[in-house]
């Protein structure tokens, strides 16, 4: 029942064996989590997609990774097999440039719920990552998605808040 | 047509729209991509997991992993927008112990086609580096999914090796 | 916050990018929209269809049809891109011939929720009319999907209904 | 809006066609459905999976076969054309073994909803049930899933508990 | 096995239920379907999405609903029951807008296959015209999805190109 | 490489986990395949769904079952984790009645294709099995699914064809 404090891994029964969490006795609370992921393109890449996508910022790699990365997060029960199916309140996912050859993805979750929304967050920061390498590929096999990870996490028993958020 | 020579993305037409590549007139080749993804788990962690996982290598938290991957693999053109929908012929998820405090996951794609399975590889890698996060998030927040990059690449116009291949 | 008093255009953020919209403040209401699509066969294929369909209305096509469209409504948040995941209460597809040439598909769908289903109701009476042509098909290249839209909404902010209603 | 004691089929209307059952007036309350599925593989398989799967109980055809079932249990109201969309509270599936020849699923889904989960436990059984077969049809064509049954159900308007159960 | 000129359905079998179509003995060719979906959306609401979109095209309802086209059509055999699963060769989704109130959506998809593109090109066309919808319902519920058809095919049996096209 | 002549399971490599079997080097023939299923539902219900569905054989109960065959079938490698993502020439679901108490659902597919199409045959019939159950479940919580077995394979290595085919 715990979310972090005991040292065992909740998904595996006392026999080992792969199990979802029981969730049926918790509260629903409004629960918002905060997924990051930086994909490291090359200042030449960078530049393309930026004069494409910058100033307006409505250019259609951004946008494309972002409507990828909402879309991914709706099916992220369906992605990581022991996620509870569950709706979404809201998800936003931003992009930012990270000069000299970086986007920072930013990726917000939240539900009114009995469990969290970390996958979701983390879900969709990846698809929108991936989404990015897919439309860039082309130019370089280079790019690299480094450093996925969770910023920010409120409404369960703990919150939790990374030093960059 | 070339796939990653001229400095353009390919997957925006003349008019800046989002747009697929026609590969109608490409020749079906057998075409075979290698993903590798790294997620720092701590020492901690990485012992938990490795007591139920290893020395059999048959435990349930890289075994859910593996099977994600896979099945992650085989959705890649529903979750990224402009990839088209192809077969497999196979893929295969390996994940090994990077001591002291990680785990590489390995993600192979082959398909005799008219177009990459780059994209296949990197999203089987990707959904299961989000599953080893999901089954061990209970025992922390900082788990990082650190570094997602192609391998190595055959099959198609022009090889790819990465130094680390 | 407000559903459609104010001309803006919801789904776009202050940066002009697309973003879902927060339903997190909002009470779970009873919300039912109707939506209906007319689809022109052409005389004769209608005699073909009624002749297999008419009057016992349980002939293949319809039915056909009428399974598409609720399973289509169930998967509206997975096709439209900033729809909420939504449960449904209850979806409701009926298909009458409009002599002399043409059929209506209704679709109604209901939830208690934050938000409407009239994305619901119109995907599924799309789902139908897409199956209703893709069954007659071979019969003609000339049938149209002529009019689809939203006949009634209740139980949001304001309810709706459509002069044909 | 009887669950089960009047003769009728409620999943078609008044005009014979097939329909989804209203449940918008229902209370939501625990619901709890076990099912269970018996898949003879013969002796000579059984020793081969049970060799590779126990006594740790760990191994790759059970956990396949768990994890597929949790996955389809998810994913019944997509594979069932009137079923509702649910959320899942929990899923758990277990696999034991029938000597001499035969494995026995047993899914359990629990939801706090409007609808009873008997489909989600009976699908996620027979998911399974297919993943072993698929598993192991490299040694036989005659692998049989023999029964797949509602063991009990609990929460709805009547409990229902099978003699086996 | 002819695809249109004998007056019979062809997803009906002898018995009357319904059936796909066995497309085992055709040849795979070059197959290219247009289909074209209006949407009235009234002059103001096309002023705005126009002042957002235009002259740049780049706009994001445009492009939301340029992704959710191609995206539709990638997974029209899951939404259409008798619709033969496809891999597709190219799919693209074009947007204009046709003075003073309506937009005119355009989807073409292609595939060497042995059997035709239409059900793709018609659902990436309603798909996209439904989230635009979507996208601008907030403003007015008088928007009206108008005149789904195909435009034309080939590579079949018999070419077809409406008097539009 | 071969399909069923050697004690092993080919999902699981050297090291004991699930993988995929690599079709790369099979050579495309004309896969089909037949499975079998019964679905008891007592003499009560079997009357009842006569009523409706015979002698006409257009009833709703088979019809909404064979298009969940149909079209489960051709969701097959998303719900089983080792299967290649295929297409298919044609999918068939008939089901019979089998006085006093029982319906008989047989599924055929076919593919021409580098690997058998058993499993998308064995789905199709359970998912229209699951589809009866479903829709006659308001009148007992007895049915029973009961053997689920191939009938028949040819186009692979090695012909099958049951006892009862």
Same mark, same amino acid.
């Not at 809201?90 to 920072?104: F, H, K, S």
């Given at each position: 029942m715990s979310d972090?404090?005991s040292? %065992?891994?909740t998904h595996?029964n006392?026999?080992? #064996?792969?199990t979802m969490v029981d969730v049926g006795e918790k509260t629903a609370t409004?629960r918002?989590? &905060? =997924?990051?992921? &930086? ?17 307006? &910022? ?9 409507? =990828? ?15 509870h199916?569950l709706?979404?309140?809201?998800? #936003? ?18 539900v009114t719920g009995k469990t969290g929304? $970390? ?6 920061? @990846? ?9 860039? %590929?082309?130019? @370089? ?5 480094? $450093?996925?990870?969770?910023? @920010?996490?409120?409404g369960g028993k703990r919150?939790?808040?990374? =030093?960059?958020?």
């Open positions: 972090y404090d040292p %065992k891994l595996l006392a026999a080992g #064996q792969p409004r918002v989590a &905060r =997924a990051r992921s &930086r994909v490291v393109l090359g200042a030449e890449i960078l530049a393309l997609v930026q004069h494409g996508d910058l100033p307006t &910022r409505k250019g259609p790699v951004f946008q494309t990774a972002i409507l =990828a990365g909402i879309m991914g997060a709706k099916r992220t029960s369906e992605l990581i097999p022991l996620c199916p709706g979404l309140d809201d998800c #936003q996912v931003t992009i930012t440039v990270a000069l000299p050859d970086a986007v920072i993805i930013e990726c917000m979750a939240s929304v $970390e996958m979701e967050a983390l879900t969709g920061a @990846s698809v929108a990552a991936l989404t990015i390498y897919d439309m860039c %590929k082309a130019l @370089s096999h280079d790019i690299l998605i480094q $450093e996925t990870r969770l910023i @920010s996490k409120t919150d939790f808040h990374h =030093a960059d958020a």
